[in-house]
């Protein structure tokens, strides 16, 4: 996770990110150190669960406003592979820094192998990380939604890489604009998936979808857009040092789910949730957005 320094609004990634407002009267400043506040705040919450967090402290300079969501621009594999990312904004592509890298090999993990995908952001090429890519490790599958930051030959490739297979779809709002992330719309645990299959209109997708989820073990959780809206898409499955499994959410998405959604989900897993209001609100993400989750061999 990186602790962020300047934190703010972002007038390129508002361009195709329909989860960013601007309501509020906060002024810039106050939004930015209530940022900081919610980051600590979430991750003393993991720790307290048992969760090891490796936190890199975001650089004051160059400004990066979105720093606090690195997950779009590096992913670490369980072979030990590292990937960074093509990014559509180009102040996220400042975010790239290997001294976060050198973060999680000072915290003991090992990186033996690197690819590079961001040159392909010269030919407006994008995939961002596991902002438009939900993997499921365990079956080697690799799904995502299409938008402006997802491409599907560009997944294609790192699938060929990795040697994954893609699930390609699309998922658009109430408005009928793509959604721009699949994590907003997706979150795969272990034996269960939450997902907003309103927003997948074409019916052979939902219905090839709904097939993948049953052939791999999956619950399906349905939730509505209004509740994608309030982040409960946006959700991300860690494990923590007494190897229990616990899904981690923002206070928004754990409040717009029902009684029984919330039951059904405790059945497979422990829950957690943190206020992060200012950050969703502004940054246009919530909870998995913030977590880069680290499969490296110790």
């Known amino acids: 996770m990186v602790r962020p320094s300047n934190f703010a609004f972002n007038e390129e990634t508002a361009e195709n990110n329909a989860f960013q407002s601007r309501d509020g009267n906060m002024a810039p400043e106050d939004i930015k150190s209530n940022a900081v506040l919610e980051f600590?705040?979430?991750?003393?919450?993991l720790r307290m669960a048992g969760v090891h967090v490796v936190v890199a402290q975001d650089s004051a300079m160059p400004v990066k406003p979105d720093a606090v969501f690195p997950?779009?621009?590096?992913t670490f594999h369980q072979e030990g592979t590292l990937i960074t990312y093509p990014m559509f904004a180009p102040t996220r592509r400042l975010e790239r820094d290997n001294a976060v890298i050198?973060?999680?090999?000072?915290?003991?993990f090992?990186?033996?192998?690197?690819?590079h995908f961001e040159e392909s952001e010269v030919e407006g090429r994008f995939l961002e990380g596991t902002g438009s890519i939900i993997f499921d490790h365990q079956h080697r599958l690799a799904y995502a939604c299409l938008?402006?930051?997802t491409e599907a030959e560009l997944l294609e490739e790192l699938c060929r890489a990795i040697g994954y297979r893609k699930v390609v779809f699309h998922s658009t709002d109430a408005s009928g604009?793509?959604?721009?992330?699949?994590?907003?719309?997706?979150?795969?645990?272990?034996?269960?998936?939450?997902?907003?299959?309103d927003s997948v209109r074409d019916t052979a997708e939902r219905t090839m979808l709904e097939n993948l989820f049953r052939e791999t073990g999956k619950e399906i959780v349905l939730i509505t857009l209004d509740q994608m809206?309030?982040?409960a898409g946006n959700m991300l499955q860690v494990r923590n040092t007494d190897d229990e499994t616990i899904l981690v959410m923002s206070s928004t998405a754990y409040h717009a789910l029902t009684p029984?959604?919330?039951d059904t989900l405790k059945k497979h897993t422990r829950l957690l949730y943190a206020d992060l209001h200012t950050i969703e609100t502004y940054g246009g993400g919530s909870a998995r957005c913030m977590m880069a989750e680290v499969f490296l061999p110790v």
């Open 102 to 108: 050198d973060q999680i090999v000072k915290a003991g």
């Open 110 to 115: 090992k990186v033996q192998k690197r690819l």
């Open 260 to 262: 029984e959604q919330i």
């Open 177 to 197: 604009k793509d959604v721009y992330h699949t994590n907003v719309m997706m979150a795969l645990g272990e034996t269960f998936v939450v997902i907003c299959l």
């Open 40 to 45: 600590d705040g979430f991750v003393e919450k």
């Open 229 to 231: 809206n309030a982040f």
């Open 71 to 74: 997950n779009n621009w590096v």
């Open 147 to 149: 938008s402006p930051r």
